[in-house]
């Protein structure tokens, strides 16, 4: 597909020193400055729109594998977080698995699903890719809110344990509704999730996808196996929601199906998307905007999403390949193909 | 920054300090998003009662009260957020809200924690109560009474033997028709079938096309009004006979309007607590509600009764104090409220336990009897 | 409506009553999946702001019905008269928001990544929906029915005098957008525009117009699904376009995205595949039933029923 040129140039930044040793400080001080925060501003609410904000993070990194890593379009991917959330849920309310027994299997059962739709998604193509997995998103909620006997119907489980973590010398502290225990908890998710991301884009899997998404035909020319690196990405995108549906489950303490609807499934994406397709820390920098911009916005009363609907279009006039994305070059690329 | 800048700095800082002390009453529910329709008309009746609160004296002394109003958009997320939120703002000393269940039972957590009086107004699942929290309270009753009720007046007046339920896949919808099929079953009566529908969705001919093929004697629908309009509308247009209930989420004069009295006329639905027209301890606020913003929704008089209820709770702690509103609210005993002498039980609900019994004639609501649930 | 027991029907009938439902929804979703496509054909734009277009369209027309003060069904000259203004107001307005929304949100990006578009559009459509709820408030609104309820039965199976129009303004409103498209001018330059934008300005296209008129088009033709939205349900609702977005959308990639006989029958199909899982299986489960179809069609049919091989995104 000719417009993909316009993200082409991305993976090379390795070679130009001075900018990369500007990002690995970028990212040392945002770190740095996220585990100092709570420490310096212990505001409950702040921190928790913050862990959810974080969450967001997560989702965000692992539909960037499939979206912005090996440009498939997924618009289901709340699926996979449903899963993930209800997995640990059902282990945890029927089985007594505690959290991080059940964070593991909650992962697997996302990831699995997520190689298991892509086995035969994965035939179709382009945009109609993107019509096939928005099916799968509403068959799995409206499957969750039917087979009530399993998954408590429109009730949703309720009473999931929350995490507890043992300490050396106090014994072992049990997570309640505290925001800060949560944060952390995402934050050093977070954080292990992004580096991850950040050495899979490097790596011989990573270049593989980037053949993929910049042109699949050429890719398999090379004699690149498209078919398997696809299904990998959506299998580990899926694993990622999966955790991060786990962390939201036991954060809650309750998830109803009506949490994991087609509208986060695109604002995910809308996430990826404004951060810029593929930049992990563009990612991580849109996930964190939209997913507190709806609390900023609260002062507007009834006005809120009127706002936020605004900002979310003068946003992309405003940079329209993403906070992070590479401005588009000017030589080559067709004004029509480009423009959608 | 500039002097003049400063100067009216200090000028608005000195208009503040003049002014008495803030106090502040929570109220969430969702104000924009699908279900803000349900969501506002609580507003307006959470909004009427403080100022009429206001306007008799009986608030806080020495004090100012606001109103802080957080919009949840029936997600569980921004409720638990919206929860927080509150729980950190010192002025905050209590709470009214959510609508929907599966938003009061997170953030009745955080409420507990915070040591602060939550009262739901309308969220009617029984479980809430009985996670042992001594700051919830509710001034609803459960669906644990109001199916039951449905299901004796359907079974034993109407004499209806073969019933199709109906449910719109949310916490309340589904919670109301599973008490409903349980007690209608226990009666005796056959349950021809039980159907979900998509809140939003507006077509039903189809599923009603396949109710008429198995002619009920009565059809039961338990959601809310926007869909339960379409229903009644469309059961006329298909021509499917038999009668038609619904419970308390029809309770609004729109349903009428939207399914045309026409095809409304009828019906019967089942309400928590009666009518607010016809008690004589409610005409006050009907007057001024209906004044001031047209006909009252579903859950306006719940928001008004539960909102004057925390401030009441407020005067009486005499204090700015979250403990002391709480420990005021235990005291209370036959407040007067719109429903009549307000009590609650140890789990926080209501005492007042009526199921109104209404039907629909001429394009208005008439109210039958006061049903009971055994 | 009585009190009285209902008829049973004949299987046969009983099918033919669903076909007869799930037919009508379809000829709507069939009108708005029109505007999917043709802005899709054109530009490769999903442009998921269109379900809150529709969603305009079906107020503007309730906003003539509430300054005309109608109520009830009319006849003669006063329905041909109301009829026109609704249309008018629903077309014309839509047709300008269209407008607008390409100018402002889409062209300034015409040269961005293709899913920029994406977010901008979910911006249109956070944006319309609460504008119309600030508006005209949160709650339903009656949508008078003036057209007459004239209704004709053969065993219990029953149609409408209203269901006759929406197929008839449906198919009609099609086979004319097919003709355009195929054999004018204007047709000609808007598939010039969707194979070679660059060789279109060259050869002094106005491309930019030609684009802004495809929105105009495809929102017109989604204000008068709204009009027959609003006429056949009665009510409306701020959230509307969501769901009826969603599933025309749907209803465009089910026919192969691009091709507007495609929508035509994509949207027939879906109405009806919804019409028969909510009759014969479950209500419930018959937005699964719907969309397990697609998947299995898209799978053994990776570009619909009528469409061909598009572009791969992101």
Redesign the interface.
Known sequence: MRSEHTTTSRTQSQFRIPHSAFRISGWAGGCALALVFPLIHPHPYHLDVLTTAGVYVILALGLNVVVGFTGLLHLGYAAFFAIGAYTYGLLNLRLGWPFWVGLGPAAMAAGLSGVLLGIPALRVRGDYLAIVTLGFGEIVRIAVTNLEPWTGGPNGLLGIAHPAVWIPGSGVYAFGVESMPYYYLVLAVAVSVTMVCVRMGRSRVGRAWAAIRDDELAASCCGIDTFQLKVLAQGVGAAIAGLAGAIFAAKQGTITPDSFDFILSVMILAMVVLGGLGSVRGVVVGALVLGTLPELLRGFEQYRMLAFGAIMILMMRWRPQGIFGHPPSSSGVSHGRAAA | MSVRFLWALLLVLAGCGRQDPVVKLGFVAP????Q??Q???MRNGAVLALEQAKARGDILPGYRVELV???DQ?????A??AA??L???PDVVAVVGNLN??CT??AS??YY?ARMLQITPVSS?P?ISRQGFDTFYRTCATDDLQGPAAALFVARELGARRVFL?DD???Y???LANEFKKKLRALGAQVLGH????Q????????L??I??L?P?LVYFAGM??EG??LI?Q?????????FMGGDGLFDP?LI??A?P??A??IYLTTIGSDVHRIPTAQEFVKAYEARYGSIGAYSAYAYEATSIALWAMQRAGTKDRRAVLAAMKTLHDYPGLFGLQNFDERGDSLIRDIGLFTVKNGKFVFLKTASWD | MGLTSSILMSPFHLLLQQLANGFTIGAIYALIALGYTMVYGVIQLINFAHGEVFMVGAYLALTALLILGVAQPLTGVALAGVLTACVALAVGGCGMLGWGIERLAYRPLRRAPRLTALITAIGVSFFLQNAVMLLYGATDRRFPAFIPARRWEWGGTSLTLLQVVIWLTSGVLMVALQMLVTSTKLGKAMRATAQDPNACRLLGIPVDRIIALTFALGSGFAAVGGMLFGLYYNTVNFHDGYLTGLKAFTAAVLGGIGNIPGAMVGGLVLGILEGLGAGYLSSQWKNVFAFVVLVGLLVFKPTGLLGERVADRA
């Open positions: 104000l924009t998003g699908d803000a329709p969501g506002q008309s109003e957080l919009d029936h997600s569980p997320t921004q638990v957020a927080k939120k729980a950190a703002d269940s599966s039972m997170p957590a955080i924690q699942n479980q109906l896949m949310t916490t919808g589904r919670g159907e979900g529908i998509t939003g969705d507006k077509d039903f001919t189809p599923l096309t396949k008429k093929a002619a004697d009004f926007p309009a379409l509308k059961r006329a247009e298909v021509g499917l006979g038999g009668r729109v309007e939207l045309t026409q095809a006329d009828g």
